[in-house]
Structures are given as structure tokens and as C-alpha cells.
């Protein structure tokens, strides 16, 4: 029988980055390769420019940091391509999800081979970016099942559709939390407003009511039940000019962390990440 001691949350960490757009999440992944740590990112959003920026140029804090830090970093970006159909754009294939599936499952990608990421071990970061963008996909690929790939869809359809979707993101969420993948995981999402109801900020009454803000995925059913999935579940926010990384509940979205007594209360989102993980992992 192991030992608490020993428990995984010592070795790697499994975390959701969730924040508004322009908030610095993604930017926010530099400061763990610089930290020597090997980031695999599956780009949905096409928007890892950040990144390559902040990592080659010789004034940046991280490459005086390590100048080796860019090596550290491999991605694919995964999107559909679109079409207009009678005036509206919609994606003309559905190859967005299964291709980030056998990415999971084996990371191969041109001549770039890493092999299955259950083989890897805690120097590497699993990075989706971004859960949002995942939802999407899920819906591109199950919509043509029914051979309705680009056509109009009725509300009880549309319904369905995304019921549908949603258990496809549940999937994905239960291969991150999976104790055989072995890696750290980020996944980072941007952020839906839920109220009591479960309309958004005002119910459909029209009547004001307290919202909480959650990762946004694809209907508002599936969001409140995301972080369940996540031991860290992080906030990104924009106070006055910085940008923070906070790890303990500030109202607007409940936060919570492996290490407690061990974390700040917040970080500066420039070096946020590689401090959290040090504090809480040790290293």
C-alpha cells in the first residue's frame, strides 16, 4: 500500500488555466520552458505566436533565462478549414478532433515522432490550448455522423448535437485525469458566465443574479462540471496593468490547488507558472 508520502501530486501536476482572452494564459506556458521543462502543445487556436516570440528573442527575460529555452517547445496547430454555404462559414471537413485523438495517443507529426504521451514522463507538459476551441472540434466531427456536415440543423437537432459533443469532451477530460498518463497537463480554457439559473449573468427573466465564472466548453450544462475533473484549477485576471495568475478563490471563479500552505495567494503571470510548479511539486 503507498505511502501518502509518496502521492503523484509531488511529481506532476494536472492543472486547468482558465481567463478572459488578452489575460496571458498562453503566454504564461514560456516561463516552464525556461524552467528546462518540455512543453508538447496541441494548438487549437492557431495563437502560439506569443510564444515563438517570447522564446527567440534575445531580449526576452526567458531566453537570458535559458538560451536554449525554444527547444523545449513542440506543437501542432489543428484547424478546419471553412466554406460559405449559402452566406454563412462553416467548416467544410471534420478532421480537427480525431487527428488531436491519435496525437493522444501516439505524437507523431511529419518527421516529429515523441512517441505515446503515456510514455512520458514529469519533465513534460501535456498543453491544450484551448478547451474552447476543443469543444468546437468535438461538434465538427459528430455533426457529420448524421451526414449533416455544413447543413442547417433544427433546435431539437442542435440540442442533441451538442449533448453530444459534450460527452466527447468528457472523454478527453477523463484521458487527462487518467493516472496512467503520467505527464503534467495544462489545459487551457476561456471563461463562461453561469448564474444560478444557468443562463449567464441575468436569468431569462431578466432579473440580475450572482454569476460564477467557469471554463467554457460548449453548452452551459457541461461547464460548472469541468473542474471537477482538475486537482489546480487556476485563474488568469487582469489587475489594473499586470496580469496575475491566481491560485486561492477570488469570487469571480473558484480556484483550487494541490499545495495550499506551500503557494502564494498569486503570481505574476510572466513567471506564475514555473513558480507554482516548483512550489508545489518541490523541484
Not at 508520502?5 to 482558465?18: E, R
Not at 518540455?38 to 534575445?58: C, E, F, H, M
Not at 467544410?92 to 510514455?119: E, F, N, Q, Y
Amino acid at each position: 500500500m503507498p505511502n501518502i508520502t509518496d502521492h503523484q501530486s509531488n511529481q506532476t501536476t494536472k492543472l486547468l488555466l482558465i481567463g478572459h482572452s488578452g489575460t496571458g494564459k498562453t503566454g504564461a506556458l514560456c516561463s516552464l520552458a525556461a524552467a528546462g521543462y518540455k512543453l508538447r502543445i496541441l494548438d487549437l487556436d492557431n495563437g502560439v505566436d506569443i510564444i515563438k516570440s517570447y522564446l527567440t528573442d534575445p531580449n526576452s527575460r526567458y531566453v537570458k533565462e535559458n538560451p536554449n529555452c525554444a527547444a523545449n517547445v513542440e506543437y501542432v496547430t489543428l484547424t478546419e478549414t471553412k466554406k460559405s454555404v449559402n452566406g454563412r462559414i462553416l467548416s467544410a471537413k471534420s478532421t480537427v478532433w480525431p487527428r488531436m485523438v491519435d496525437l493522444l495517443i501516439h505524437w507523431k507529426d511529419g518527421d516529429t515522432d515523441l512517441g505515446k504521451p503515456s510514455s512520458w514522463g514529469p519533465d513534460s507538459v501535456l498543453v491544450l490550448v484551448s478547451l474552447t476551441a476543443a469543444a468546437k472540434a468535438a461538434l465538427d466531427h459528430h455533426v457529420p455522423m448524421n451526414g449533416a456536415l455544413m447543413a442547417v440543423r433544427t433546435q431539437n437537432e442542435g440540442r442533441r448535437d451538442i449533448g453530444a459533443a459534450q460527452d466527447y469532451i468528457r472523454s478527453l477530460l477523463d484521458l487527462f485525469k487518467d493516472d496512467g498518463l503520467k505527464c503534467n497537463v495544462i489545459v487551457i480554457s476561456h471563461i463562461t458566465e453561469v448564474s444560478e439559473s444557468g443562463y449567464g449573468p441575468q436569468s431569462e427573466e431578466g432579473k440580475n443574479e450572482t454569476s460564477q465564472g467557469f471554463p467554457s466548453a460548449i453548452g452551459r450544462a457541461l461547464s460548472p462540471h469541468i473542474p471537477r475533473y482538475f486537482n489546480t484549477v487556476l485563474h488568469a485576471k487582469a489587475v489594473g496593468p499586470s496580469l496575475k495568475i491566481y491560485t486561492k478563490t477570488t469570487g469571480e471563479v473558484c480556484t483550487k490547488n494541490t499545495a495550499p500552505m506551500k503557494v502564494a495567494q498569486s503570481y505574476n503571470v510572466e513567471t506564475g507558472l514555473a513558480e507554482y510548479f516548483r512550489a508545489v511539486q518541490g523541484k
